[in-house]
Every structure is written in C-alpha cells, then in structure tokens.
C-alpha cells in the first residue's frame, strides 16, 4: 500500500489581462488608487485582482474587501453589475461601490469613506 499525497490543484490567473487592466486603468482608478497604495487607509489594496470570473477594481484579501469604481458604463448595465456584485459577495467579499464622478469630484471624501469602512471592518473583526 503506496502512501497518498494531497497536491493541491493549481488555478492559473490571468495575469496578462489583470496587468492591461491596469495600464488602461480609468483616471477615477488612479486618483483613488493614490489613497490606497502602500496601505495608507489602513489596509492593503490590490489593484485589478481576479474574484471568479470577475477582477476586482481594489481588493484587500485581509478585509475581504472589494472597492469597485463605476463609470458611465456601468449606468447601462446595471443588472450586469448587481449579478458581478452577488457573485463577488458570495466568494465572501464585502463590495463597496463609489462613481467615477464621486472620485473625480471628492477623492479626499471617498478615501475617508473606505478609511471609514476598513475601520468599521477591522473593530467587527477584533471588538
């Protein structure tokens, strides 16, 4: 009798879309992308990160915390958007959803608000 080895199955990500993704990243990405890097709000983003079929806009694996920038485009899709946002939500993400005019309007506001949220997280996490 041999002995049984669990290999874990390996899940390839799309790298190259997720690096076009953000090359061609929307400027309401890269203005709000300027509060998030280096884990200035608190927790650490990822930009342009793979949930199931979808990648995320901002990720925090930590938090499971998902931040998705809406442009106009997703005015006229929005029962596509809801059917990404249930499907990232039942990978056990939290998605908080901002307008690109909201970034480009307020950034400083928006940024307040995921610091908002990532505090909230963090103390329901550790009360």
């Keep these: ?9 390996f ?4 790298t190259e ?7 061609e ?14 884990g200035q709000l608190g927790a ?5 990160m793979p949930v199931g079929p979808y990648f995320a806009d901002f990720l925090c694996r930590e938090l499971m915390l ?10 006229m899709r929005q029962q596509a958007d809801e059917a990404r946002t249930r499907a990232i939500e039942a990978a056990g ?5 901002f307008t690109n005019a909201q970034v480009l309007g307020n ?5 307040l608000e995921v610091q908002a949220v990532v505090a909230a997280v963090r103390l329901r996490a550790h009360p």
């Design 25 to 38: 990243a929307s400027p309401a990405e890269r203005r709000l992308w300027r509060y998030l890097a280096r």
């Design 17 to 23: 879309c997720a690096r076009a993704l953000r090359r």
């Design 107 to 111: 950034a400083e506001g928006v940024a």
């Design 66 to 75: 998902v931040i998705e920038i809406d442009g106009f485009s997703h005015e």
């Design 93 to 97: 993400y939290r998605v908080v959803r």
């Design 11 to 14: 899940k390839p990500r799309n």
């Design 1 to 9: 009798m041999g002995i049984l080895v669990y290999m874990p199955t």
């Design 44 to 48: 650490r983003f990822s930009r342009q």
